[in-house]
């Protein structure tokens, strides 16, 4: 069956660094569009950025630009997200999903989800 592991969240500073990992199992992993989403408290789950199927376009969300860079290693079925300079509003448990759309930051276009994994950013 389909299935998604998120790896590599933690504690941090304002500042600082992490990557994520996702690795998947069970579905043809290069014909799917994987992305990153994140849930912070009292919030709506909302797409951070998308790689696409096939040939691995990506998209960030705004709040993300220039900070985040997600990538694929097709041979390995791992998506990654690095994510610098991260500032406490990042703060979240991030979950990565995947479509057989061509892309997709939207969360009801996904069709399996991993378990998610928490980053909290320090003030």
């Known amino acids: 069956e389909a299935q998604l592991v998120e790896s590599g969240g933690g504690l941090v500073q304002a500042g600082g660094s992490l990557t994520l990992s996702c690795v998947a199992s069970?579905?043809?992993?290069?014909?799917?569009?994987i992305g990153w989403f994140r849930q912070a408290p009292g919030k709506e789950r909302e797409g951070v950025s998308c790689?696409?199927?096939?040939?691995?376009?990506?998209d960030y969300a705004d709040s993300v630009k220039g900070r985040f860079t997600i990538s694929s290693d097709n041979a390995k079925n791992t998506v990654y997200l690095q994510m610098n300079s991260l500032k406490p509003e990042d703060t979240a448990v991030y979950y990565c999903?995947?479509?057989?759309?061509?892309?997709?930051?939207?969360?009801?276009?996904?069709?399996?989800w991993g378990k998610g994994t928490l980053v909290t950013v320090s003030s």
């Open positions: 999903a995947a479509t057989s759309r061509w892309y997709s930051r939207q969360p009801d276009d996904m069709y399996y």
């Open positions: 790689i696409s199927a096939i040939d691995r376009d990506t």
């Open positions: 069970g579905f043809t992993f290069d014909d799917y569009a």
